[in-house]
């Protein structure tokens, strides 16, 4: 579980967090919408310890994440907006494998993971191939597969669908579902809910740092257009 209690953070004399208390039970869906500048990513990077408090606190599994870094990263993994930011090695094996070695795990469990997260997001075989040969799309998956080779009981993406066309959009989208039928609890940072409140469990809208709604996708629908949010067509 990941647990904000009364989070602030700023930066210099801007408030971009403003007094957030959260909860993120195991196995949910949270869906962190907003418009630009709301506090989104702000938010959630503080749920690995990206972030520190000004004021507050967040934990995860009940452990303080300010105390315990190494606990949080481990639990909680992100995907960033921008995927290839966070890619650090020059093939797809050995950029999946860097987590996992850094948490000094044998050759053969490194292996294990590496695979069965390549084959999570149908990238498996593919270990040998350069990672600047990839597509957009399949760079986001490769992100997404590095954060499951820490086996996180919580995943963390801002913003995945940005920059995607409509095939890679689909194939993201459906490893999602996957991970939300395995019990992985997943919270997305989007403002755009077309993609994603078919897997919601909550919508949680931020409104100049603040949280202005949290509620299900069904009962969100009639409120998220005034709230600078585009709903999904069904809405």
Known sequence: MIQVDELVHRYGDTVAVDGVDLTIDDGECVVIAGANGSGKTTLVRHFDGLLEPDDGSVSVDGIDVSENLVAARTAVAMVFQHPEDQLVAATVGADVAFGPENLGL???????????????????????????????????????????????????LDEPFTGLDEPSRQSVLARLRDLRASGTSLVVVTHDLRDVAELADRVVVLSEGQIALDDTPESAADRLSDLGIRPPPSC
């Open 106 to 156: 044998s050759h053969e469990e490194i292996d294990t993971r590496v695979r069965e997260s390549l084959a999570a997001v149908d990238l498996d075989g593919r270990e040998d191939d350069r990672v600047d040969s990839l597509s957009g799309g399949e760079v986001e998956r490769l992100a997404i597969a590095g954060a499951l080779a820490m086996h996180p009981a919580h995943l963390v």
